[in-house]
């Protein structure tokens, strides 16, 4: 692997915890408890090799329409992710930012309370950033960058990809340079859709929980092989 070539953005849609379950003979939510260990030590080879930013798929807007058991179990799981981090200086360890991506005010008071914390701690970090997604839609960030510039009233004529993207939830950062979905799914699900037009793609047919250190450095090898011309 090409040290000097890290993509400095990568984004990844977590995907496969319920069937990695299935398949084992385990409740589903089993599968998502799995897919969080998983997570952890993805995220820290991240850092590990030079990331910059790393950008994860946690919860959609679509996945509200899961049972309320799944639904309570993964907004348990998260506060459990976020108190542990916390109490382990995870973000402070790594100089890494924590931020949020998407619209939580469905989210119960308790993990609000937990992100808003975790933010406020965080924000000085400016070396490294980890956004996570949750009750995100990307149709639902553009119509939200719309109705920004709406409400400041800007001029048509001024507004530029530039411009717009200062009303994206990710306004500052690099567009991804690498996307990675697990589970052999091919497809972006709504994920990053403004972001993720010169993206490199990378489908691992692995279900996430075994989506491992190893697979990262794969994913970033085959990264490095292509060119990337951005239309030109």
Not at 48 to 57: A, E, N, Q, S
Request: proline share 3%; aromatic share 12%; charged share 30%.
């Amino acid at each position: 692997m090409d040290e000097k070539n890290i993509p400095e953005h990568i984004a990844i849609i977590m995907d496969g915890n319920r069937r990695w379950a299935k398949e084992r003979g385990l409740n589903s939510l089993e599968g998502h408890r799995a897919g969080a260990e998983s997570f952890k030590k993805v995220a820290q080879k991240c850092h590990d090799f030079g990331v910059k930013i790393l950008t994860i798929y946690a919860f959609s807007t679509e996945n509200w329409k899961r049972s309320k058991e799944e639904i309570d179990y993964l907004m348990g799981l998260l506060e459990e992710f976020l108190q542990k981090q916390d109490n382990e200086n995870f973000f402070v360890k790594n100089k890494a930012r924590f931020n949020v991506i998407g619209q939580t005010e469905r989210m119960p008071e308790s993990l609000k309370n937990l992100i808003k914390d975790l933010m406020e701690k965080t924000a000085h970090f400016k070396e490294r950033v980890l956004n996570m997604a949750l009750s995100y839609g990307g149709r639902q960030e553009i119509l939200d960058a719309v109705k920004g510039i709406i409400k400041d009233k800007l001029n048509p004529e001024k507004i530029t990809e530039e411009l717009f993207g200062q009303y994206l939830y990710t306004a500052g950062q690099q567009d991804p340079s690498l996307l990675i979905r697990t589970s052999g799914e091919q497809r972006l699900s709504g994920f990053l859709p403004w972001q993720t037009i010169y993206s490199e793609l990378y489908f691992s047919p692995k279900y996430w929980p075994d989506f491992n250190e190893k697979d990262l450095e794969e994913a970033i090898k085959e990264y490095q092989k292509r060119q990337r011309r951005f239309g030109g």
